[in-house]
């Protein structure tokens, strides 16, 4: 009997928490209507394709290695449309030189700033400013900076062709999660989370700085 | 935190200052009147609902070292969102355990004694020191969350050096503790009634924990999506259904060797009639496999329902359910029936596990408030693991 006992105690707490939530109404997590997290990305099909002689480094940039020994260096598709439409507001000075690491681009989602890293060690020979202050479309087609570097750079460490790819479809699902984690307002998001929409360019305005802190952190670290 | 957040009443923080309260009078009690005076133990029933909870705390913190192994030894990181709370609730449970001891010794004062009188032929010996051992090792494995608090970087450093081992160590010391328990058992075949007793006990300890551990970090999830709500600012705390519904696969695969070493068990040692004998304990072993193995596997056995919450949710009661049932009928049900007595605990047996278990969930608030308990979501390894 006492193992009847001991159950039916265990059952009565749950189902008294259920009461009790029922009467602050809410909802029990386990009740809640579901919302479908893990069977779809959010991202275009067009983001997710990357063209064969570009690598990607996994802060966010592409490099496009030149015969002329000069390396292009822009900001991906994923960096370009994670926290809505990116614009380019700041790139590394021309003729400084720029370690690894050190940062490369600022970029702003509306009224909030990121800074990209650079993926190489080199020195900046050209910085392209027609995308300053211009809403990046097409990223593998904008390069923002020019770098002298040695191609022959350990190149393992970045992605390219089809690993890429499913390296850059699981950022899209784990962006998912980091949005659902820092929005104020889910349902800001959720309209173009769960419905098969585009990120809304208002997002970001929603993050707070710790929000766009921890993403730098998460997605734009090497 | 603020004060006022703490003072502010809510219904559980009311029913938990009144089970605290009373379980202290009670444990008072305990201490200055004796065993006999404040429970119903004696001497024909010497182990009652303490000892019963202790086998289920066990039980239940089996979770620690199963997420422990997958991430850390098998390199499965997708559960790694799950090792922090884990091993946090098997430190809790093994506390809770250790104080139910405590306060279960006719002389508490001598708890110390196994530590210097080694007696190497007793099963309890081997309990004790896994208990001891076990505990220093989640110690050792929670500790870098601690000292990542206080930004002790240095050693932090060191205990990753020697993480592997330790995890090796948790694993090696649970595999023999949550056996134990069950070889404790072998010594009384007389006593125990034959529905549960079998040479096999320590395996059908084993295997159970591993499914009722990982059920308990499955519902563990759901209090602490429900405790930790993102508009409190916890991140992290979401449901993870990917990672749940892969550590239900686990469940299933866990309870259905379980029930083919009973099944083995009964057929082979001829115990087939006794499930057609109409007595309490029949029913209460029909009640303990149906609730905690056959609905599981029925319903685990289907992708629809393991990648569903509620249904998730409603099974990894039931697995517990089961756990609960088994732990208590083994030691207490079983034993019971041999000795001709009827046991059931007194009052101040009742509210000071009560006062245990509540204890136990405000530590894991108080963890959870104060530490980075919950990590993201999915961190790089998982990312380069899938790809």
Aim: hydrophobic share 50%; with cysteine.
């Amino acid at each position: 009997m006492v193992a009847v006992f001991v159950l039916a105690v265990f059952l009565f707490i749950i189902a008294a928490d259920i009461i009790v939530l029922k009467f602050q109404g809410k909802k029990h997590p386990a009740f809640a209507t579901a919302i479908p997290q893990y069977g779809s990305s959010i991202h275009d099909e067009n983001d997710i394709s990357i063209p064969s002689d570009i690598i990607i480094s996994k802060g966010h940039t592409w490099i496009k290695f030149g015969r002329d020994g000069l390396a292009d260096i822009g900001i991906d598709a994923f960096g370009a449309a994670a926290l809505g439409k990116m614009s380019v507001v700041k790139c590394a000075d021309e003729g400084k030189e720029i370690k690894k690491g050190e940062i490369i681009f600022e970029g702003s989602y509306g009224d909030k700033t990121v800074k990209f890293l650079s993926p190489v060690n080199g020195f900046v020979k050209a910085v392209n400013s027609n995308i300053i202050g211009k809403k990046i479309s097409g990223p593998y087609e904008m390069w923002g900076i020019k770098l002298i570097t040695d191609s022959k750079e350990n190149k393992r460490q970045f992605l390219s062709g089809n690993e890429a790819q499913n390296w850059m479809k699981n950022e899209f699902i784990r962006l998912k999660s980091f949005i659902e984690n820092f929005t104020p307002d889910t349902g800001l998001a959720g309209v173009t989370m769960y419905d098969g929409g585009k990120l809304s360019d208002e997002l970001a305005s929603s993050f707070t700085a710790e929000a766009i802190a921890n993403f730098e952190k998460e997605f734009l670290s090497l | 935190m603020k004060i006022n957040e703490i003072l502010k009443p809510t219904f559980w923080k009311v029913v938990s200052v009144i089970i605290v309260t009373i379980g202290l009078v009670s444990t008072f009690y305990r201490f200055t009147r004796g065993l006999g005076a404040t429970t119903n133990l004696h001497d024909m029933a010497p182990w009652g609902l303490w000892i019963g909870f202790d086998f289920l705390g066990v039980g239940l913190a089996a979770a620690g070292f199963t997420i422990a192994a997958t991430v850390h030894i098998f390199h499965l990181h997708k559960y790694e969102p799950m090792v922090r709370p884990a091993i946090l609730t098997a430190f809790i449970g093994y506390s809770i355990v250790v104080c139910l001891l405590v306060v279960d010794l006719g002389r508490p004062e001598n708890f110390w004694h196994p530590l210097v009188m080694w007696n190497i032929h007793s099963v309890m010996f081997e309990i004790t020191w896994c208990l001891i051992c076990y505990t220093t090792v989640l110690i050792l494995e929670f500790a870098p969350v601690v000292l990542e608090k206080f930004n002790l970087t240095a050693p932090i450093k060191y205990l990753r050096i020697i993480s592997i081992p330790v995890v090796i160590a948790g694993v090696l010391f649970s595999t023999l503790h949550q056996s134990s328990f069950g070889s404790l058992y072998l010594i009384v075949p007389g006593k125990l009634h034959p529905l549960w007793y079998s040479s096999l006990l320590p395996v059908h300890f084993y295997i159970s924990c591993i499914a009722s551990g990982l059920s308990m970090i499955i519902f563990e999830s759901f209090l602490i999506a429900r405790a930790f709500p993102k508009d409190e600012g916890f991140h992290h705390t979401e449901l993870k259904m990917n990672i749940l519904s892969g550590a239900s696969f686990a469940v299933l695969v866990a309870l259905i060797a379980g029930f083919l070493l009973k099944s083995y068990d009964f057929i082979n040692n001829g115990k087939i009639s006794l499930l057609i004998k109409p007595s309490a304990e029949t029913y209460l072993f029909y009640l303990e496999i149906i609730t905690g193995t056959i609905v599981p596997i029925s319903l685990l056995s289907f992708k629809k329902f393991r990648e569903d919450k509620k249904w998730l949710y409603i099974i990894s009661i039931c697995v517990i359910s089961g756990l609960i049932l088994n732990r208590l009928n083994v030691s207490i049900t079983g034993l019971i029936a041999s000795s001709g007595v009827n046991y059931f605990p007194s009052f101040d047996e009742i509210s000071i596990t009560a006062m245990l278990v509540v204890l136990g969930v405000f530590a894991f608030r108080i963890v959870a408030k104060n530490f980075h308990l919950f990590e993201a979501a999915e961190s790089h390894e998982t990312v380069k693991e899938r790809i």
